[in-house]
């Protein structure tokens, strides 16, 4: 069975050759030299090919138990935790004040790249505490913050959202759970959570639940939404725990995937919460947590495409099935291997294209991250906020599809549990459906991020393609083989927001029956200004590495790039095919 073999040379190339960052003026950067971040990642692969990949199939088989009221994690679950939580991993990228390590948030992204390849259940549960100490640090109190942040960056507590009840998902402004106010600046909340991941685990002795629930009086739909910090153990003055409070783990889901991680029914019977920032503004603060779900969730869809494309490589290298077409490639053999037919060889590239290409966009996304956290640049945070449905959306989109394709390479060996394709295919589904299921992404990027500010980000998205061409086109290899391509798949992505700008006002349909088409063809200019700018660094290079990272690119512009040319005809078709059959006659 393959092993998890961490994609350290991509990784290197990618932040100094592509990304260049110690030569970047972000705060921080300037020590990322090759040195250190060789170690860094080099550490943090270790550890996901030596501790976490391990435990991956032992998660999946055995699952999580609730036994009266406590949830037990698979086998080996918590010594890895503890490592992890000891070697400072949670809080690599977290402000110092509170026991961070203050490293940039593009090292952080990297290294999640690696963990949830690994073991993408097990990585939830310290993900998730890594999203709930940035909701508190945004918007909590001075008190919060010394409470509660040093221990959730410790790894001691662990952290969860609570969005979903079972009457809404996506649609907050149906939400009911009551949030009373208490004489002592409490409060008390009752009501249902549901698909909470983590919800109820034996990794940390804390959970800290940031619950979004209604104060009676508050206005109605989502402006009526606040957020509360609810603890399963309250704090006392000193820090230490206190008595249980009254919340509970009344259910675990059985899941299709990610059977590692603890999804639970979270009941809440007046359990004593805390409010975080002002009264009726929750959902603004948890979008501060949400996000970065969205970005992180973008980041498993990609981790799950890379594990699973690895070992279909390995596969189809080793699996002796037929002969090549024009001759024996394997004389001394009763047959070649796979790799040697060019169908093989077509799913392999399709999925190297996108596994490579998405980790340059992620990475590239990261940088921007750090660029509106470290130096305050407001372009870059507009272009990460016009972003985000695209990483999320996208990748895990096509991470999905590209797990599928390593599936089939195995043929019915992929479709039996002796191989991890079915754990790749089944934990990489559930990223296109929760933290917004991608129909949601699109709808809020064609109908939200694209008109943000008034369109200034979407136009500087375009320049930003624009000029890079410019800047590049007198290297006539470049210009012909990445920037040419790249150059008619981003006046396609110009014309489909020509085309929502030009109807959509008129026929709101038109614009949202395109909205996912517009997401993928957005995606892809994405990774083809990713494969230009990578394809610019290969071009410097010598290497056998450079050859085929250059080998790679010209697959993507020529092959996956062109499907821009398809979305934008299905987009400029309009809402008529889509909406001509009356609902009746579904």
């Not at 009344?250 to 359990?271: F, P, Q, R, S, W």
């Amino acid at each position: 069975m393959s092993a998890y073999d961490p994609p350290l040379r991509d990784l290197e190339f990618i932040l100094h050759d592509m990304l260049a960052v110690q030569e970047s003026p972000i705060p921080g950067f300037a020590d990322l030299d090759r040195d250190f971040t060789a170690a860094i990642l080099g550490e943090a692969g270790r550890i996901a090919r030596d501790v976490l990949a391990p435990l991956a199939a032992t998660g999946d088989r055995e699952g999580c138990r609730l036994e009266n009221g406590v949830v037990r994690t698979p086998e080996g679950f918590k010594a890895a935790y503890d490592l992890i939580a000891a070697g400072g991993w949670i809080g690599l990228d977290l402000d110092p004040d509170y026991g961070g390590q203050g490293m940039p948030h593009v090292l952080n992204t990297a290294i999640g790249e690696m963990h949830a390849g690994a073991n993408m259940a097990l990585n939830m549960y310290w993900g998730l505490s890594h999203g709930a100490y940035n909701a508190i640090h945004a918007h909590g109190s001075d008190e919060q913050k010394r409470t509660y942040l040093p221990k959730l960056v410790a790894g001691e507590w662990s952290g969860t959202m609570n969005l979903t009840e079972p009457h809404c998902g996506t649609d907050l402004g149906l939400l009911r759970t009551r949030a009373e106010p208490r004489d002592d600046g409490s409060y008390a909340l009752t009501g249902q959570k549901i698909f909470i991941s983590a919800g109820e685990h034996d990794l940390s002795e804390n959970i800290i639940h940031l619950v979004l629930a209604r104060i009676p009086g508050g206005p109605s739909g989502v402006k009526g939404i606040s957020l509360f910090i609810v603890p399963k153990f309250l704090v006392k003055p000193d820090g230490g725990l206190g008595e249980r409070n009254a919340l509970s783990c009344g259910k675990l889901e059985e899941k299709m995937g990610i059977h590692g991680n603890a999804t639970c029914v979270m009941n809440y019977d007046g359990a004593t919460g805390f409010l975080v920032g002002a009264a009726h503004d929750g959902l603004r603060a948890m979008f501060t947590m949400m996000n970065e779900a969205r970005l992180s969730v973008g980041v498993q869809g990609l981790a799950q495409a890379a594990a699973a494309y690895q070992a279909a490589a390995d596969y189809a290298r080793e699996r002796l099935q037929g002969r090549a077409v024009t001759g024996p490639a394997n004389p001394d053999g009763p047959a070649d291997p796979l790799i040697v037919h060019p169908d093989i060889r077509r799913a392999l590239m399709d999925q190297r294209a996108f596994v490579e290409g998405g980790r340059a966009f992620i990475l590239w996304a990261a940088s921007l991250i750090d660029a509106s956290a470290r130096s305050g640049d407001a372009d870059a945070e507009g272009l990460v906020s016009l972003l985000t449905p695209v990483i999320k959306g996208f990748l895990t989109d096509q991470g999905f599809a590209s797990a599928v394709q390593a599936q089939q390479v195995f043929g019915g060996h992929g479709y039996t549990e002796d191989w991890p394709m079915s754990r790749f295919v089944r934990d990489a589904r559930i990223t296109m459906i929760y933290e917004g299921a991608n129909g949601i992404q699109a709808l809020d990027l064609v109908g939200r991020k694209l008109a943000q500010d008034g369109g200034r980000h979407a136009m500087a998205f375009f320049a930003l393609v624009k000029d890079f061409i410019k800047a590049n086109e007198a290297d006539a290899t470049l210009k012909a083989e990445f920037l040419d391509p790249l150059k008619a798949a981003s006046k396609d992505l110009q014309a489909a927001a020509t085309f929502f700008v030009e109807t959509g006002m008129k026929n709101p349909d038109a614009a949202l029956a395109g909205s996912t088409d517009f997401l993928h063809l957005f995606g892809h200019v994405c990774l083809g200004l990713m494969w230009a700018r990578m394809a610019r660094a290969a071009l410097a290079g010598d290497e056998d590495f450079h050859r085929a990272k250059l080998a790679t690119g010209r697959y993507y512009m020529a092959r996956l790039l062109p499907a821009t040319a398809l979305h934008l005809a299905r987009i400029r078709s309009g809402a008529d095919p889509v909406m001509a059959l009356p609902a009746e006659a579904f």
